[in-house]
């Protein structure tokens, strides 16, 4: 279903082939297939695959008070169609953890570092029917209170690192120039733990056409965020717009997902060589563009054993200089 179809919006139950009464036992199964897959391919930090989610966004953005469950609204998405998304008739509060059980799961089942994503609040504020605030910058602020609780949360049950993914950063570049950055920072603010944000231009599986470069980027180097998190691969970005982020540690997606063929460890490599004229080598982390959940789990665990063979080869091409 979800290779034909864009990510969920609102709750999609009828998603999950599992009966209800075993379905958390299910997620937490395959949430061990996913990190094992992480570890025997050599990730240094490993995530829980999101095996719980029925998209990235929706299952922190539908858990909120002020969102309607049963009569959700509408948005276009990024492919033009008119998509169900969380219509909002209420203020914006979060009244429970929604990912802290994931994260003491991961933490409990590997010994390397461990990342847990949450959606950001400019991104959520784009996928919401607002009928309540007066303004979407209103209803962002919100939102990134909401976000700046869960991050806590998350530190407080053993995350490493928290992940702010903010796609629509590019789909809206001139929205996001009126009000994200103020929402971002609402999130991260008073956070003591390392945060990355992500941005990137969609699945590559579902989004065509890709721009050659980001139309918002630069803007998040002023951001409390500590890593930013880009695509390379599917774009093919000139890297020299990574010069726009000095304070920033770079985490740089190397691996191209949408498409199945696997890279080999020179191809990463040959990507990871292009932006080191523009961020040091001590600045920058190797990962994946975006997620791999439309790729067979065979071609991703491909993948990613090539991004970590490839980041060794230029690693010990600079331990030589």
């Known amino acids: 279903m979800l290779l034909t179809s864009m990510p969920p919006r609102t709750r999609l139950h009828s998603l999950w082939r599992v009966a209800p009464e075993f379905l958390e036992q299910a997620q937490d199964d395959a949430t061990l297939l996913a990190v094992h897959d992480q570890e025997r391919a050599g990730l240094d930090i490993v995530t829980d695959g999101e095996m719980r989610r029925e998209s990235y966004s929706n299952r922190f953005a539908t858990a909120l008070e002020g969102i309607d469950l049963d009569n959700p609204g509408t948005k276009t998405s990024r492919s033009g169609a008119q998509v169900p998304v969380p219509r909002c008739v209420g203020k914006i509060r979060r009244t429970h953890a929604v990912n802290v059980r994931d994260v003491q799961f991961l933490r409990a089942n590997t010994d390397r570092q461990i990342k847990i994503t949450v959606p950001g609040p400019f991104t959520m504020t784009m996928l ?14 919100d939102y990134g209170d909401a976000v700046n609780a869960e991050i806590k949360d998350s530190f407080a049950a053993g995350a490493d690192v928290v992940q702010v993914d903010e796609p629509y950063l590019q789909a809206h570049a001139e929205e996001a120039r009126e009000f994200a950055l103020p929402a971002i920072e609402r999130a991260l603010a008073g956070i003591t733990g390392t945060t990355a944000l992500h941005t990137c231009f969609g699945y590559g599986a579902l989004v065509k056409g890709r721009p050659a470069g980001y139309s ?18 599917q774009c093919n970005l000139d890297c020299s717009e990574l010069a726009g982020l000095p304070q920033k540690t770079i985490l740089l997606g190397v691996l191209a997902l949408h498409t199945n063929d696997v890279e080999t460890p020179e191809m990463v490599a040959a990507r990871i060589r292009r932006a080191l004229p523009f961020v040091p080598a001590e600045r920058m982390i190797i990962a994946p563009d975006c997620g791999l959940k439309y790729l067979p789990r065979a071609v991703a665990f491909g993948k990613l054993k090539a991004m970590v063979d490839g980041a060794a080869i230029v690693r010990a091409e600079l331990a030589k200089r």
Do not use: H, R
Not at 128 to 141: G, H, I, W
Not at 218 to 232: D, R
């Open 216 to 233: 918002f980027l630069n803007e998040l180097n002023g951001t409390a965020v500590n890593q930013v998190s880009i695509e390379t691969a």
């Open 128 to 141: 919401t029917a607002n009928d309540f605030y007066k303004s979407q910058a209103e209803l962002a602020l």
